[in-house]
Structures are given as C-alpha cells and as structure tokens.
C-alpha cells in the first residue's frame, strides 16, 4: 500500500514564496513523481514533474519561478515555489506514477493573496 503525505501549503502574499513536500511510503519503483494543482471550476493540470532518469517539465506558467526536486533516500518529492501570484492560488496534489499504480496525495491548499 503507497500512501503520500503532503505539506507545506498556507497563505502567502504575492510575491512570497512556498515549498511543498511530498513523502512517499510503502514499496514503490518510481517512474515520476510530480505535482499538478486544480483551481475551483477549472481542471487539475500538471505544474512540475520529474522522471526516474532526471528528466523535469514544468507547465509555461511556472517556468523559472517554481522548481521540482526529490531526494531518493527519503522517498519524498519537493516543489519549491517562488515569486507566487494569485492565479497559482488552487489545491496542489502530489502524483507518483509507479509500475504498477498510479498514486494521489490527498491535496494541500495554497493561496496567494494580492
């Protein structure tokens, strides 16, 4: 059973920065882990991800401001954010994508004031 626990949301005002963690337990080979965020009434997009082999993407909107990293002898995947705006106000959920399973966090809130 895989279970990932997030932290690290609140409220920040703009321009403030945020990082966001993510700890994976149980056995899993991980193909990528990543981040994606849903505001109310949109769809839940992909903000940052990073494969096994080092590979990142980032969505366009966060190019340069929010940056992924893991560390493998923890098992846990981060998502720095830096120079927040309020459009980056949404629920931010952790992804892990394994051999077998594709996994959830259960969402951590992140709102941006102006």
């Known amino acids: 059973q895989v279970q990932l626990a997030e932290s690290g949301g609140g409220l920040v005002q703009a321009g403030g920065s945020l990082r966001l963690s993510c700890a994976a337990s149980g056995s899993i080979f991980k193909l990528r882990m990543g981040w994606y965020r849903q505001a109310p009434g949109k769809q839940r997009d992909l903000v940052a991800a990073?494969?096994?082999?080092?590979?990142?993407n980032y969505a366009d909107s966060v190019k340069g401001r929010f940056t992924i990293s893991t560390d493998n002898a923890k098992n846990t995947v981060y998502l720095q954010m830096n120079s927040l705006k309020p459009e980056d106000t949404a629920v931010y959920y952790c992804n892990v994508v394994g051999i077998i399973g594709n996994y959830w966090g259960q969402g951590t809130q992140v709102t941006v004031s102006s």
């Open positions: 990073i494969t096994s082999g080092g590979n990142i």
